[in-house]
């Protein structure tokens, strides 16, 4: 072998070409295809990120590019509705309305008006065509023993007929002490 040359073992090449062969398949060939992109429009005021917080506690944002209309006001239009606020649990999917939270619950399934918004924020779950929305109580987390635990709130996006508008979220992480400590 010549001076300043160096020998890779047979198995590193062959791994390394099986490597790239591998993830040639990986759906990335074509990056200007994917749709990822930060959806600003939405600014949480108060309170600020990561604060310690304690109940009654009232989340505010501004909202620019939307046009906030009541449930029922208007058809449906991407540009226009309310605002959902979900605590601590995953809002509804994109398209879903506040009858996906009962799945499940036949109850409220059969009772004409169910979900209403006292069966919502039973659930920790408020709409509002304010861009602030005050949250009487928020449970410590189940199983979590942390003194100071975070909270999450998630606002999203509703059309005047009741459904999610696109897949946009916005989350505010909070933090409160555990009751009784």
């Not at 949480?44 to 109940?55: G, Y």
């Not at 009541?70 to 606020?85: E, I, L, Q």
Request: aromatic letters at 6%; charged letters at 15%; hydrophobic letters at 40%.
């Amino acid at each position: 072998m010549a001076p300043g040359r160096r020998s890779f073992p047979g198995g590193l090449l062959v791994l390394a070409a099986a490597s790239v062969l591998s993830t040639a398949g990986c759906g990335i060939a074509h990056p200007q295809d994917l749709n990822f992109t930060v959806d600003q429009r939405l600014q949480f005021q108060s309170p600020p990120a990561r604060a310690l917080v304690t109940s009654p506690v009232t989340v505010r944002w501004t909202m620019t590019g939307f046009r906030v209309e009541p449930a029922g006001t208007a058809p449906a239009d991407s540009g226009a509705g309310y605002f959902a606020v979900f605590v601590d649990r995953a809002p509804i999917r994109p398209g879903q309305t506040m009858r996906a939270v009962a799945t499940g619950d036949e109850v409220c399934l059969h009772r004409p008006g169910c979900p209403d918004p006292a069966y919502l924020a039973a659930r920790q779950i408020y709409t509002t065509t304010s861009t602030s929305v005050t949250l009487p109580q928020i449970p410590p987390l189940s199983g979590n023993v942390e003194r100071v635990q975070y909270h999450t709130v998630t606002v999203v996006l509703m059309d005047t007929t009741g459904h999610r508008i696109g897949e946009s979220a916005w989350e505010l992480d909070l933090r409160m002490r555990r009751p009784g400590l």
